[in-house]
């Protein structure tokens, strides 16, 4: 079964809007955390924002903020704004503490393309 | 240097050749990761690196996969007799909590290799 799920492959937002990029995971383990990733064409991996299992509120981090939803397994992704250096691949990840390797796991992402 | 730096960027090698890749995490980053992304898809985690300790090599494809890190800094990931489906990029990551920690994975820019 797959551990995180990425439901959209490609997105278009006009430039200045906001955008949701939908994620669902999929783990028994009780204390995990909830990472995106955006990557550019470049190829390098940015890490955005960070939501742990037990966090009571929905993480931000400027432009960006996590819908986290605890009981329908989701943690959507929130673009404010949206800028024409956002074009990317966008990438869910999680991390269960539990797990031995301590890896992250990802989706298949979400390719997003902001019109100007 | 302040971020994740691996070398050489690209990497091009005839099938049945032997390539090494490597990989110098952030100063002082305890773990390291490293990550197969085939083109199109998220990142799948190969092995990982706790100091000098490999604690995980679970997703490292098949026995011609070998990765080292001697000094618990740089780390090499070898492949041995290259074959097609070994082209991708292999990306380093690099945190500073050890085992347990929900820090985020800081990555390299990558390396794309390709087999002819």
């Known amino acids: 079964a797959q551990k995180i799920t990425q439901t959209q492959p490609g997105m278009f937002v006009q430039e200045k809007e906001a955008v949701t990029l939908d994620c669902t995971y999929d783990?028994?383990?009780?204390?995990?955390?909830l990472f995106w990733y955006k990557q550019p064409s470049s190829g390098e991996m940015i890490f955005l924002i960070y939501?742990?299992?037990?966090?009571?509120q929905n993480a931000t981090e400027g432009r960006y903020s996590l819908n986290f939803q605890k009981a329908r397994k989701s943690a959507n992704l929130v673009i404010s704004a949206s800028q024409l250096g956002d074009s990317a691949m966008y990438f869910c990840?999680?991390?269960?503490?539990?797990?031995?390797?301590?890896?992250?796991?990802f989706g298949g992402g979400t390719r997003l393309m902001v019109k100007p | 240097g302040a971020g994740v730096s691996q070398s050489p960027r690209y990497k091009v090698a005839k099938r049945g050749q032997d390539v090494a890749l490597r990989c110098d995490p952030i100063?002082?980053?305890?773990?390291l990761f490293w990550y197969q992304q085939a083109l199109g898809q998220g990142p799948e985690f190969l092995t990982y690196?706790?100091?000098?300790?490999?604690?995980?090599k679970s997703g490292l494809p098949s026995d011609r996969f070998f990765a080292e890190r001697p000094e618990g800094s740089v780390s090499t990931l070898k492949i041995q007799r290259t074959q097609q489906e070994d082209s991708a990029v292999y990306l380093c990551?690099?945190?500073?909590?050890?085992?347990?920690?929900?820090?985020?994975?800081?990555f390299g820019d990558g390396t794309r290799l390709s087999i002819l």
């Open positions: 990551a690099s945190s500073l909590g050890p085992r347990g920690g929900l820090r985020p994975q800081h």
């Open positions: 783990t028994s383990d009780p204390s995990y955390g």
């Open positions: 939501q742990g299992s037990y966090d009571q």
């Open positions: 990840a999680m991390r269960e503490v539990n797990n031995a390797g301590n890896m992250l796991t």
């Open positions: 100063s002082g980053h305890v773990s």
């Open positions: 690196f706790q100091n000098e300790a490999q604690l995980d």
